[in-house]
C-alpha cells in the first residue's frame, strides 16, 4: 500500500501506518502558525472526524477518520486530507552564514 504525502506551504503531512503510543491529544485545529500570522488549519469534512496530537519530543500527529479533511491557509490552496493516521513535518533549511539548520516558515 503506498503512503500518501500532502505538501502544504512549509508543511509536509505524510501518511503512516501507525500512531506513535503516549500522544497527548490537542484541544485546536492548527497544525503551524506562520511569520505572516496566518494558520494551517485542519478541519473535518462532516460526518469525519479530526484529532491532533503531539508527542513527547514535540512532533504533531493528525489522525482522520470516518470522512476526509480540509486544509486551509490563507495563501494557498485548501487541500483535501483523506482518512489515515499522519506525520505534520516542517520544511527545513540550510543557513550558510549561520551554519545551522532551521525550519521554514511562510
Keep these: 500500500m503506498k503512503m500518501k504525502n500532502y505538501r502544504h506551504g512549509d508543511l509536509m503531512v505524510k501518511e ?19 511569520e505572516s500570522g496566518h494558520r494551517h488549519v485542519v478541519v473535518a469534512d462532516r460526518p469525519a472526524s479530526v484529532e491532533l496530537l503531539e508527542s513527547i519530543d514535540g512532533k504533531t500527529y493528525m489522525k482522520v477518520l470516518g470522512g476526509n479533511a480540509s486544509l486551509t491557509h490563507e495563501e494557498h490552496k ?3 486530507i483523506t482518512p489515515g493516521f499522519y506525520v505534520v513535518e516542517h520544511e527545513t533549511e540550510f543557513d550558510y552564514f549561520q551554519a545551522e539548520i532551521k525550519r521554514v516558515r511562510d
Design 16 to 34: 503512516i501506518s501507525e500512531l506513535p503510543k503516549q500522544l497527548k491529544k490537542l484541544n485546536h485545529n492548527v497544525l503551524a502558525h506562520g
Design 78 to 80: 485548501t487541500i483535501t
